[in-house]
């Protein structure tokens, strides 16, 4: 199979590609909830895509709207705060490797934070997982932040990492210290139990 070199990892060609566009945004329509899945008509799921595609649409406009040069400079402003984070170019040296990790999307003005014991399969886990269905909307369909599992590969254009064993502890600490503007976390940081308390403390945003 062929696979595109990114991050110094190998990535599986898709044959939708391996940016977000509005055609590969549903690429398959799959239920986290097979409960969801047993109830939904073809109208429901019909209404559902028009949802999900507008939602989308709002995002896009959201993200055109932005300053891609405010966006570097609260970037920069960030990683001088917590100079702890450094840019890396090639993920195989961190296979294994815990601690904090920030994917920045420059096209789109955004970036996504987030914690694990072994940030190289988890940032290739947010390249190549299918969202589901119904986990596309976290609130409503006109103020839902975009999944940073719905972008994909090449989207990502750089990382920073904090290496630590002590994960989660300060997530949610990093997440309100980056300008929620340019920010993809659509729940607060820290362990949460379930979906139940990750909708309690979900973040939602004005798409206009």
Known sequence: MPYTKHFGVNVLEKKSGLRLTRENYIEKICFKS???????????IQEGTE???YNF?????Y?????????????KRFVGKNIIFKEITDLTSLKGKSGYYIMVLDEYAQAYIGTTRDIKLRIQQHW?????????????????????????????????VYLTPDTFGIEDKLIN??????LLNRTRGGLL?????AIANGKTRDLG
């Open 63 to 75: 993200f055109r709207s932005l300053s891609k040069e405010k966006f570097n400079k609260e970037l």
């Open 34 to 44: 097979p409960y969801l899945k047993n109830q939904c008509t073809d109208s429901v």
């Open 193 to 197: 139990s379930g979906l139940w308390e």
């Open 128 to 160: 190549s997982m299918q969202m589901y269905f119904d986990r596309m909307i976290f609130g409503g369909k006109e103020n839902s932040i975009l999944s940073i599992n719905s972008f994909r590969a090449l989207d990502t254009t750089r990382i920073f």
């Open 57 to 61: 649409d709002k995002n896009m406009k």
């Open 51 to 53: 949802d999900r595609l």
């Open 177 to 182: 210290q980056f300008n929620h503007k340019y």
